[in-house]
């Protein structure tokens, strides 16, 4: 029988050999051939890719715009309701302020009671943001002060409000309730 004679493979020596191997291979530029149908399917798959990015872009800022509507709701609910239950605590503020204009005492144990019970309510609204207008001396303001009343009095100014018939109030620029005044012409 005869022997085959035995392929040779070629065996590097060192790892520097093999690595400068892998370098030239690599050195190499690959070329591909193409077929017109694998270019337009590539092309196909481009424009989907890109038309998912829009949406994707489309959809996150459609997300941020609701998360932005829905902080400014939420501010919008909370603001309307300090305001509500603000108003609806105005009147005990005209309640307390009469029943101080009762009493003609000022040694009065309830008085006394009264005042300070006044002053803690008054300091609880500016806490909150309450301020009262103010408005004797002032200029009328429309925006401010509801006119009931107009005397004619030639030591004050034209348009100047002279008495302030039931206090109103602002919460930061929003006017919660306004000052009705009697005016002079």
Known sequence: MAKEPEEKK???ETPEETAAEETAEAAEPETFTVTKEQMEKMEAVAKELSEQQDKFLRLAAEY???RKRTAKEKENIYADAKIETLTAMLPVYDNLERALAQFGDDDSPHRKGVEMIFTQFKESLSRLGVSPIDAVGQPFDPEKHNAVMHIEDD???ENTVVEVLQQGFTLGDKV????????AN
């Open 155 to 157: 030591a004050v100014g």
């Open 176 to 183: 919660l309730r306004f000052a009705i005044v009697k005016v």
């Open 10 to 12: 070629e065996i590097p």
């Open 64 to 66: 941020d715009n609701y």
